[in-house]
């Protein structure tokens, strides 16, 4: 399924559809704050903070936010462990928790599932390379797949 595609695709789950319509959002440069990233930290305890600290679960907040759903309302990642209900299987849209790069065990990354192959996962989401914007993870690298 191509990119433009999936923007308009009906049976993405509608936080999802949310996501792909900020697609670009990126941090701003130093002395500067990009104000969307700036509302995404607002559905979280990172209210009133710039775009220079990690905005990954802001991002899924506002997202779910925007769809009438409650998310977890922390920006740590990991916070979407417990949000939902487990998958045993991934789902498109579906909510995928990462480990960070640095494997600290209470950091990580949160996205939203789009595929898998066999190396990777490919997750929508805020803070990827500081930009919303497809990204692709090792598959060892998942905690969790979450639907809410």
């Given at each position: 399924?191509?990119?433009?595609?999936?923007?308009?695709?009906?049976?993405?789950?509608?936080w999802?559809?949310?996501?792909?319509?900020?697609?670009?959002?990126?941090?701003?440069?130093?002395?500067q704050?990009?104000?969307?990233?700036?509302?995404?930290?607002?559905?979280?305890?990172?209210?009133?903070?710039?775009?220079?600290?990690?905005?990954?679960?802001?991002?899924?907040?506002?997202?779910?936010?925007?769809?009438?759903?409650?998310?977890?309302?922390?920006?740590?990642?990991?916070?979407?462990?417990?949000?939902?209900?487990?998958?045993?299987?991934?789902?498109?849209?579906?909510?995928?928790?990462?480990?960070?790069?640095?494997?600290?065990?209470?950091?990580?990354?949160?996205?939203?599932f789009?595929?898998?192959?066999?190396?990777?996962?490919?997750?929508?989401?805020?803070?990827?390379?500081?930009?919303?914007?497809?990204?692709?993870?090792?598959?060892?690298?998942?905690?969790?797949?979450?639907?809410?």
């Amino acid at each position: 399924m191509s990119e433009a595609s999936q923007a308009t695709d009906v049976s993405a789950p509608a936080w999802l559809s949310v996501a792909l319509k900020e697609r670009g959002i990126r941090r701003y440069g130093a002395g500067q704050c990009n104000p969307r990233i700036a509302e995404y930290n607002n559905c979280t305890q990172l209210a009133g903070y710039d775009d220079k600290i990690a905005w990954c679960s802001s991002f899924l907040n506002w997202c779910m936010k925007q769809s009438g759903i409650r998310g977890t309302g922390s920006a740590l990642a990991r916070s979407w462990l417990t949000w939902g209900q487990p998958l045993e299987k991934p789902k498109y849209g579906c909510v995928a928790v990462l480990t960070a790069d640095d494997e600290v065990d209470w950091k990580g990354h949160v996205g939203l599932f789009l595929r898998i192959d066999d190396e990777n996962v490919y997750l929508f989401g805020g803070n990827q390379l500081e930009e919303v914007r497809e990204l692709d993870y090792p598959r060892d690298r998942v905690l969790a797949y979450r639907w809410p």
